[in-house]
């Protein structure tokens, strides 16, 4: 049965490369960190993935596949049911390949790295099965690198760990070197919950029109990522950089301060995500903290969402020169909105006993908010009222935050790159503002660790009392069954809730909230 069992394992390439790029896909977004990707363990979204109706099959298959080794006449009937078995996994994955359902992980240095271990050790396995001729292992040995993906990953990565540390620290220290030798540009770091690509996109938009400007492209705001760009762009002929940060423990912020060794300090608001990581919101502020130490080591300036009051009942040394934004009374800057109209917004701006009027291409009141202290901080580093009038016309709404894409049957507000309480309900408020049928399309928060049912509760009776939503479309696994008893305990009903977007079929604003509705926008936007 030679020729069979070689037809076997053909067979077994193409379930396999599904499985294990799923798996790799969440393991990098998780960042390849445990501490991470343990709070994905205790999700209902993790046990639809791993207990499944191929589980149902794969794992009784694999406990039978065991009685070959003692009872030879078994491996006929374990073969037959095996071929099957993955011949409809093989239908089942190329039906995904070409309806673009597969969650491929992107190509980087750590992904090769762990690829290549994966593949000899499976290479040494089959060639120690196949030169040894224990061809009654191949049934067991296919069915548990395939049920056992995730284990067999993190195995891996675990056996890569002390190569991808040496290999970290090496380029960390690279990075470092470089920010110290390059230090004319004016380093800008823009961090905490959420905001901060916003800010850092207006910013930047403003400061590149007349002075040459790096800032870290997209959402790339860890410590190896930054390193990376520091490395490989950062030179003295930048007059700024401005990066987007983030820490997922104490004692990362400091790390990231001598990577990039910023002279301006951008803290936005302080909120429950990533709140499995710290442990508490007490951790999250100690991690903030760290900040304020540099910042007035150096003499530097920060500025804080003093409404936020994470932030504003944080402990400040009277040394520290703070900027507080906001429109409250202990803010140095004050903005009013005199009106809002096709997705530009007026506003009055106040600040050191200045005011100006502008006009942008922003719509909502946090997004005005945010731009408010990148105009304090225009007017610190010495621009003049005519050149941030003229600088602020180019400044636009980031992509994929309250970005508008119109067709000729519908109107999408694509708001799907973050998603917090604050912004949900200013995606909602954009959404009440239309007069057709308003559409939700949501997915849920990740990483809130033991108060994310609780966080979902609250967030969602919000939008069960809010009736600022015709209906809604719920994509995710965690919560469903909850989330709808909440919103029935509100004003929606049966004919509210839209199980499949086939049922939205007649002229509608959607909105799309948070990343795992991204992939719905082109059904709406190839449709017409």
Known sequence: MIVEHYLLLILAILPLFYKYAFWFYTIQLKDYR??????????????????????????????????????????????????VFLLIQNLFVIRKIFSKRILAPKITWRLLLTLLVLLLWFYWDLYYIITRELWNHIYSYILSIYLFAPIVIFFVILITLPLVNLLKYFKIKKAISISKKYNKPIKIWITWSYGKSSIKDYLASILIQDWTTLKTPDNINSELWVAGIVSKYLNNNFKYFVAEMWAYKIGEIDLLWKIVNHKYWFLTWIWNQHLWLFGSLKNIKKGKSEIMKSVLKNKWIMYVNWNNKEISELSYNKELKLVKYWNCKWSDTKFKITWVKNWKTEFKFEYKW?????????????????????????????????EIKKYIKNVESPKNTLSLIKSKKYTLIDDTYNLSEEWLLAGLD??????????????????????????????????????????????????????????????????????????????????FEWRGTRKYINNFTTSV
């Open 34 to 83: 445990w501490d991470r990707f343990k709070e994905y363990l205790f999700t209902p979204q993790w046990n639809s993935a791993l207990v499944n109706i191929w589980t149902v099959i794969e794992l009784p298959l694999l406990l039978v596949s065991f009685i070959v080794f003692v009872n030879s006449p078994f491996e006929i009937i374990i073969y037959n049911v095996l071929f």
């Open 354 to 386: 200045k005011e100006i009027k502008l006009n942008v291409w922003l719509i909502w009141i946090h997004n005005i908010i945010n731009l408010t202290w990148v105009l304090a901080f225009c007017y610190d580093i010495g621009l003049k009222t005519n």
């Open 430 to 511: 954009v959404l009440h503002s239309y007069e057709w049928e308003k559409i939700l399309i949501l997915d849920d928060i990740l990483e809130l660790g033991k108060k994310s049912r609780k966080i979902h509760y609250k967030l969602w009776k919000k939008i069960a009392k809010s009736k600022l939503s015709d209906k809604i479309l719920y994509i995710w696994v965690n919560y469903k069954p909850d989330f709808l008893n909440w919103l029935f305990d509100g004003w929606y009903n049966t004919t509210s809730i839209i199980n499949n977007i086939s049922e939205i079929d007649k002229k509608s604003v959607i909105l």
